[in-house]
C-alpha cells in the first residue's frame, strides 16, 4: 500500500524533532507538550545518544590495545572528571570558589567534553537533587525510583531533559554559557575530531608507537567516556546504598574511599550533603579529595579565589561520629 502524504509528513515531523532536539537542547515544537508533564519512562529517542556511546566501546575488540593510547584515555579521563566535580558540581551547582568570566567558560567547555550536557542543565538537576534529596520528587533517588533508574534511567526520559533556567538565574546572565548549554553536542563532536586529528598525527608522525587513528580515537572517546560517565552516576546511584553515613542527614547520601578515588573525592557525598557549600567534600584530612587539591592549585595560580572552607564544627561533629 502506497504511503499517503499524511504519513510522510508525519514521519518527517518526528525526524526534524529528533534531529532538532539533538542539536538544540531548547528546541520545542509549538504542538508538543511540556516536557516537564511527561511521565517517567524511557525514551528511546533519548537512549539513542547513550546507546551510540555504550556500543562504541566495542569496537576496542577491532582496533586492540596499545599502553600509548590507555595511559591517554586515563589522562583524558582526570582531566575531564576533574571538570565535572571542580566546576560542573562544585562550581556551578554549588558556587563554592569564585573564578573569572573567561575561567568559567573554559572549564565549562572541558566539562562539556565529557557528554554530560550543559554546565546549567547540570546545575540545575543538580541544585534540584539537593532540595529533595532521597524525597519522592528527587529524579535520580535509588530509594525512591531504584538502581537502575536512578543510575542511568532517569537521564533517558524526556520529562527530565529541559533545563530549568529559574534554578540557576546566577548562570543564565552568560549568554556564552546559554549557548554551550543550549548546543552541547558542538564541543563533544569537536573532541572527537580532535581525537580523531591526534590518532592519525601519531599513526603518521610517530610510527613507532604503534598507535592507529582509530585506536586512539575508541580509547579516547568512547572507553574514556563511557567509564566518566558511569563514574560520575555512581555519585547518584550508589553513594546512596553502599558506604558509611557519617553525618545524619535527611537522606541516604553516604561516604565512600572507592568512589572518592574512582571520582576524584566525591564519594564522600554523605559529608556534601551535610555540608554542600565547602569546595573540600573530604572533610577529614585522610578523606583524600583530589579535587580540592587541583582547586588549591588552581587559587595559588591565582585562576580560582575565595575557596569557601569546612566550618570547624562541622568537622568536629565528624569526628564524634561512631
Request: with cysteine; net charge positive; charged share 20%.
Amino acid at each position: 500500500m502506497p504511503e499517503t502524504s499524511h504519513h510522510k509528513k508525519g514521519r518527517i515531523s518526528t525526524l526534524g524533532r529528533v534531529v532538532g532536539q539533538w542539536l538544540d537542547s531548547d528546541f520545542r515544537r509549538e504542538e508538543a507538550p511540556d516536557p516537564r508533564k511527561l511521565p517517567d519512562k524511557v525514551n528511546w529517542e533519548r537512549t539513542l545518544p547513550f546507546l551510540f556511546l555504550q556500543l562504541g566501546c566495542l569496537a576496542v575488540f577491532w582496533v586492540g590495545i596499545n599502553w600509548t593510547v590507555v595511559i591517554a584515555a586515563i589522562f583524558l579521563y582526570l582531566v575531564r572528571m576533574f571538570a565535572i566535580t571542580g566546576f560542573y558540581h562544585r562550581y556551578f551547582s554549588h558556587r563554592t570558589f569564585k573564578t573569572s568570566r573567561l575561567g568559567q567558560l573554559l572549564f565549562a567547555i572541558v566539562g562539556n567534553s565529557s557528554m554530560q550536557r550543559g554546565p546549567l542543565w547540570w546545575a540545575a538537576t543538580h541544585r534540584h537533587h539537593h532540595q529533595y534529596s532521597d524525597e519522592e520528587a528527587d529524579i535520580h533517588s535509588p530509594v525512591q525510583h531504584g538502581f537502575a533508574w536512578s543510575h542511568i534511567g532517569w537521564l533517558t526520559s524526556m520529562k527530565n531533559f529541559p533545563t530549568d533556567y529559574d534554578r540557576i538565574p546566577d548562570l543564565k546572565k552568560y549568554p556564552e554559557l546559554v549557548f554551550l548549554n543550549r548546543y552541547d553536542q558542538i564541543v563533544p563532536l569537536a573532541y572527537g575530531t580532535l581525537m580523531l586529528g591526534i590518532g592519525a598525527s601519531l599513526e603518521h608522525f610517530a610510527p613507532a608507537l604503534g598507535v592507529t587513528m582509530w585506536q586512539f580515537f575508541v580509547w579516547t572517546f568512547f572507553v574514556s567516556t563511557t567509564v566518566l560517565l558511569h563514574g560520575t552516576l555512581f555519585i547518584n546511584s550508589l553513594a546512596h546504598v553502599w558506604g558509611k553515613q557519617t553525618y545524619p542527614t535527611k537522606d541516604d547520601s553516604r561516604n565512600s574511599f572507592l568512589l572518592a578515588v574512582i571520582t576524584l573525592g566525591e564519594g564522600w557525598h554523605n559529608n556534601h550533603h551535610r555540608y554542600p557549600h565547602s569546595a573540600r567534600q573530604g572533610f577529614q584530612m585522610w578523606e583524600i579529595d583530589p579535587t580540592y587539591y587541583g582547586l588549591k592549585l588552581l587559587s595559588w595560580l591565582g585562576i580560582i579565589w575565595d575557596l569557601k572552607p569546612v566550618p570547624q564544627r562541622i568537622k568536629e561533629e565528624g569526628q564524634k561520629a561512631p
